[in-house]
């Protein structure tokens, strides 16, 4: 009865992994739960009172498909301060968070039969939008570069489907933060073999000294009509439940945009926009000082604990929510645990350390595991130091 479509939807590997959580934390157990990639934050005043304000003038109707005008306008600004290229809000549409704008661009330039490069370690949605789209993901395996792909080996992955490359900096799981030159060569690659740009900086707001978030299009304008933005403020504001992303590009893919939106959810919800514009009006980066500012104490306080691990070297945690942790000597110690040993390494932390984390399998990577560390202080650091215990007493 079901389309053959719904064979393709499987559950993501990182929602398995909060569930888990979840059930464990149901059995009475004290879970720290460091699967999700989000930030616990309070809200920003300015959202705050946007909201409320939207709410008081009984804000309720539709708003244009990718979003109000002004919205757009303010946002389109702030991708031209980004980029150092004049955007205007022709080029934009407001999305309910990345994920739809992701999905967005999947429906506009996919077809049945194109190929998608996504350098691996990946985020699970991107492959999973893709096969929905009928087309196929090519993984280029990064593992070996320090999670950043090589130019040859993108280059050895082209074929005449290829359409599109995935470029998430900083990267969902990995930490890695993508290099002026890495964006570069990427960007000539696309221009020279004719492919687009899927340019996901959802964590752009996250660097870590010394490495720096640039933009492809700031990088390389010349890519810039090959190159679809992709962002949200769900990490940069704190905002994952409000739905507030946005995605730039050619005047072309935002009107079919437009059109794939207003027949799937009308519009982004309207008082969410509402606050986001009354937040960006403001301009007042106070807010997001304070979160990049509990980010980075949450890192320096997780590297410190992390360097503990006696058989799994740092992280690279070099921008981004997200320690990513390699396994590969732990696996190597205990051959029992054979391809796998990022599943039995996440079990065996719910289970003995009460830590939930998600592990490598869900991002195509058997040897590696993940902990969001945008949580409270205090439980991060009791929950790595308990899964510092569980890992250095692994045998
Ligand atoms: N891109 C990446 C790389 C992500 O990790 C996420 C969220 N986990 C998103 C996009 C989607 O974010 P949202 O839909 O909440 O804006």
């Given amino acids: 009865?079901?389309?053959?479509?719904?064979?393709?939807?499987?559950?993501?590997?990182?929602?398995?992994?909060?569930?888990?959580?979840?059930?464990?934390?149901?059995?009475?157990?004290?879970?720290?739960?460091?699967?999700?990639?989000?930030?616990?934050?309070d809200l920003a005043p300015t959202i705050r009172e946007g909201a409320i304000?939207?709410?008081?003038?009984?804000?309720?109707?539709?708003?244009?498909?990718?979003?109000?005008?002004e919205l757009r306008q303010v946002l389109a600004r702030v991708i031209s301060a980004e980029t150092g290229q004049p955007w205007s809000a022709s080029q934009v549409a407001v999305t309910n968070g990345a994920k739809q704008a992701l999905f967005n661009v999947a429906?506009?330039?996919?077809?049945?039969?194109?190929?998608?490069?996504?350098?691996?370690?990946?985020?699970?949605?991107?492959?999973?939008?893709?096969?929905?789209?009928?087309?196929?993901?090519?993984?280029?395996?990064?593992?070996?570069n320090n999670f950043v792909p090589r130019l040859t080996d993108l280059e050895a992955a082209l074929t005449s489907k290829t359409k599109a490359v995935v470029v998430n900096t900083p990267n969902n799981p990995t930490g890695a933060v993508y290099s002026r030159e890495t964006l570069a060569g990427i960007a000539q690659l696309a221009i020279e073999r004719d492919f687009w740009i899927i340019f996901d900086e959802c964590y752009?707001?996250?660097?870590?000294?010394?490495?720096?978030?640039?933009?492809?299009?700031?990088?390389?304008?010349h890519a810039r009509d090959r190159t679809l933005i992709v962002n949200s403020f769900s990490k940069s504001l704190a905002l994952a439940g409000w739905r507030m992303g946005y995605l730039a590009g050619p005047t072309a893919i935002i009107k079919a945009v437009k059109e794939l939106q207003s027949l799937t959810t009308s519009n982004p919800n309207a008082i969410a926009q509402h606050a986001l514009l009354h937040h960006l009006a403001s301009?007042?980066?106070?807010?997001?000082?304070?979160?990049?500012?509990?980010?980075?104490?949450?890192?320096?306080?997780?590297l410190s604990l992390l360097s503990s691990l006696t058989w799994v070297p740092p992280p690279r945690a070099e921008g981004g929510l997200f320690f990513y942790l390699n396994l590969s000597e732990l696996q190597f110690r205990q051959s029992d645990y054979g391809e796998f040993i990022a599943d039995e390494v996440a079990d065996a932390l719910l289970m003995e350390a009460g830590v939930a984390t998600v592990p490598g399998t869900a991002f195509g990577d058997p040897t590696g595991i993940r902990l969001a560390y945008g949580i409270d202080l205090e439980l991060l650091g009791r929950g790595l130091q308990d899964l510092a215990k569980t890992l250095n007493a692994w045998k």
């Fill in 1 to 41: 009865m079901l389309a053959q479509r719904t064979a393709l939807l499987k559950s993501s590997g990182i929602a398995a992994a909060c569930a888990a959580a979840e059930a464990a934390a149901a059995n009475g157990r004290e879970i720290i739960d460091l699967t999700a990639g989000e930030i616990w934050s």
């Fill in 53 to 69: 304000a939207a709410i008081n003038r009984n804000v309720s109707r539709y708003t244009d498909p990718i979003g109000l005008m």
């Fill in 107 to 144: 429906m506009a330039i996919l077809n049945p039969g194109d190929e998608v490069l996504i350098p691996a370690p990946y985020w699970t949605t991107f492959p999973d939008q893709t096969v929905i789209a009928g087309a196929t993901p090519i993984f280029i395996e990064t593992r070996h």
């Fill in 204 to 221: 752009g707001a996250f660097t870590h000294a010394p490495h720096i978030h640039h933009s492809i299009v700031a990088v390389a304008p």
């Fill in 283 to 302: 301009d007042d980066p106070a807010f997001r000082l304070e979160l990049q500012g509990h980010i980075s104490n949450a890192r320096a306080l997780g």
